[in-house]
């Protein structure tokens, strides 16, 4: 079981949010796109993140509500 720690939240829209969160067991940073609390993506790396911003390249994880990203970052990422 991994522990996870949210680092800050940045505010793109109210609705609308990049967190970064540090994953402690296995020393990862990711970042998790909260698209108005229906759509989460969850990038992996920072380059990642700045892709889908600037070219709209999508993630490969993305998750349709915040229980099943909260339990794959404690339960899966490896």
């Known amino acids: 079981m991994n522990i996870i720690n949210q680092i800050e939240t940045h ?3 109210p ?10 067991n296995i020393d990862k940073m990711v970042y ?3 698209y108005e609390g229906s759509h989460f ?3 992996t790396n920072l ?3 700045i892709g889908f ?23 899966e990422l490896v």
């Not at 911003?53 to 339960?75: A, C, H, R, T």
């Open 53 to 75: 911003f600037q070219f709209g390249m999508e993630p490969k994880l993305d998750f349709s509500n915040e229980l099943d990203l909260d339990d794959f970052l404690i339960n």
């Open 41 to 43: 993506r969850l990038f």
């Open 15 to 24: 609705n609308r949010t990049v967190e970064t969160i540090f994953i402690k």
């Open 11 to 13: 505010y793109l829209k």
């Open 32 to 34: 998790v796109y909260n």
């Open 47 to 49: 380059i990642d993140l």
